[in-house]
C-alpha cells in the first residue's frame, strides 16, 4: 500500500514539477517525493520538521487549516509566513474520497506556479490517493463478527439480518465484486485485515470435525473465512494472494478454497460452501494443489456437497480396498477409472505391464465384489475412491 502512495505522489510531482509530500488528515507523513534542489529555502523549517518527525506539530496544523483546507474539494495556495516558519507559499491539494477530507498532498509553490491544467490532473491524482486512503480505513474496521454471523446464520431471517449489519458496516464495498477464501485447518485468532491485501473482513468459523480430521471426536474444525474485494471476476490474483499469505500464517498442513466472484452480499453462505469445498478438495492430495479453485475441482463439487455418512465411514463395498495392505489395488482402480477405464492409458500412467493391470483389477473386483464391466459398479466405486481423498 505505501509504494502505491510514494508511485501517486511521485505522479503529482512529476506533473506540477516540484515535489510532493503527503499526508493524512491528522498531518502525519504518508509519503514524500525526492528533493534534489540546492535551494535551501525549499527545505523551510516547517517541510524539515514534517519529514524528519512524520508529523507537523498542532500549532502548524492549525495555522494551515485556517486556510479552509479541510472544507476545500480544489487546490489552496497558502503564502509565504517565515515568522511561522513557512519561508516558501505552498499548493495544498486536498484528498478527498465521497467528499470526506482524508489527507493532503503539499508542494512548494512558484512564480509562475503550474497552471489550471496541471493542477486539475493532479487533483484527479489526488483522488485516486483518496480511494486508497478511504480502503485502507475501511480495511482497519473489525467486520470479524458481522462476517461470521453471515456464514454461520441459518437461513432465514437471522441470515437476512446477518447479511444487513455487514452490508451496512461496508458501505459502498458491498455492492462490488468479492470471493470468499477459506483456509482450514486455522489455530490462531483472527488477524488483522491490514496484513491481508485486498481482504474486507476475516472471520474465523468453527463446524463439527468430519471423518479424517485432525480434531478428535466432537471437536471442531475451525477455519478461517476472507472476504476479498476483485476488480474482475477472470482475474483472481487478490484472492489467491490473500490465500498464499494466510496459508503461511496457518502452517504448511493447511490448504485453501477460492469460491466463485460475485457482486454483492446475497449469496456469501453459497460462496462460503464453495471455499470450504475447494479447501477440502485441496487436502486429497490431487493435481490441485495447496490453494484450489472451486471452479476447477471437477467431481469434488459433487461429493463435497453430499452428507456424510453418520458412521463416518466409507461404502461398505470398499471398506476391504482402503485398508493398508490394498493400497496399491486402490490406486490402480482410481487411476483406472480415472483413464476412462483405458488400460493402455492406465499402464503408461502406472508403469507396469498391462497383464499387471489386469490382474490387479481381478483383485479389486474379488475384494469389493464390484463389476468393473458396470457402469454404475464403476460409478460407484470411482466416487467412493474420490469420498475417501476427503
Known amino acids: 500500500m505505501k509504494g502505491d502512495y510514494q508511485e ?27 528533493h534534489d534542489s540546492d535551494d ?33 474539494t480544489g487546490p489552496v495556495r497558502i503564502p509565504a509566513a517565515p515568522e511561522a516558519g513557512v519561508f516558501r507559499g505552498r499548493i495544498c491539494l486536498p ?14 509553490d512558484a512564480d509562475p506556479g503550474p497552471g489550471d491544467d496541471r493542477l486539475t490532473a493532479a487533483m484527479d491524482v489526488a483522488s485516486r ?75 474465523t468459523v468453527a463446524y463439527p470435525a468430519g471423518p479424517g480430521s485432525s480434531a478428535g ?37 493447511a490448504t485453501a478454497g477460492i469460491a466463485v466472484p460475485r457482486r454483492g452480499l446475497a449469496e456469501l453462505a453459497a460462496s462460503w460452501h464453495e471455499a470450504v469445498s475447494a479447501a477440502r478438495a485441496a487436502t486429497a492430495g490431487t493435481r490441485f494443489g495447496p490453494v484450489a479453485d472451486w471452479r476447477a475441482i471437477g467431481p469434488y463439487r459433487l461429493l463435497t456437497s453430499l452428507p ?18 490394498h ?17 493402455g492409458r492406465t499402464a503408461a500412467e502406472l508403469g507396469i505391464h498391462r497383464q499387471t493391470l489386469y490382474y490387479r483389477l481381478s483383485r479389486v473386483h474379488q475384494l469389493t465384489g464390484l463389476d468393473l464391466n458396470d457402469g454404475e459398479d464403476r460409478l460407484l466405486l470411482h466416487m467412493a475412491l474420490k469420498t475417501a481423498r476427503l
Open 40 to 72: 535551501d529555502t525549499a527545505m523551510d523549517p516547517v517541510r524539515t520538521r514534517s519529514i524528519l518527525t512524520r508529523r507537523s506539530t498542532p500549532a502548524v496544523r492549525a495555522w494551515f487549516e485556517n486556510f479552509g483546507i479541510t472544507r476545500a
Open 217 to 253: 471426536a466432537g471437536d471442531a474444525q475451525v477455519s478461517l473465512a476472507a472476504l476479498v474485494r476483485l476488480r474482475s471476476s477472470d482475474v483472481l490474483d487478490p484472492a489467491t494472494t490473500a490465500a498464499g499469505r494466510l496459508r503461511s500464517a496457518a502452517g504448511t498442513a
Open 95 to 108: 484528498v478527498r474520497h465521497r467528499g470526506v477530507v482524508l489527507g493532503y498532498v503539499w508542494l512548494l
Open 308 to 325: 456424510r455418512p453418520a458412521d463416518g465411514l466409507p461404502d461398505p463395498a470398499i471398506r476391504p480396498l482402503l485398508t493398508p495392505p
Open 129 to 203: 490517493i483518496g480511494a486508497l486512503l478511504s480502503d485502507e480505513a475501511r480495511a482497519g474496521t473489525d467486520l470479524s463478527r458481522e462476517f461470521g454471523a453471515v456464514l454461520t446464520a441459518v437461513r432465514g431471517w437471522q441470515r437476512d439480518m446477518a447479511v444487513a449489519a455487514l452490508r451496512e458496516a461496508l458501505g459502498p464495498d458491498a455492492d462490488g465484486l468479492h470471493t470468499v477464501v477459506c483456509v482450514s485447518p486455522w489455530a490462531e485468532e483472527t488477524p488483522s485485515v491490514r496484513t491481508v491485501p485486498s481482504a474486507a473482513a476475516l472471520s
Open 327 to 343: 493400497s496399491e489395488l486402490a490406486r490402480t482402480a482410481e487411476v483406472f477409472l480415472d483413464c476412462a477405464g483405458q488400460a
Open 8 to 34: 501517486l505522489v511521485d505522479e503529482i510531482s512529476a506533473l506540477l514539477g516540484a515535489p510532493a509530500t503527503l499526508e493524512n488528515r491528522d498531518f502525519g507523513l504518508v509519503a514524500f517525493g525526492a
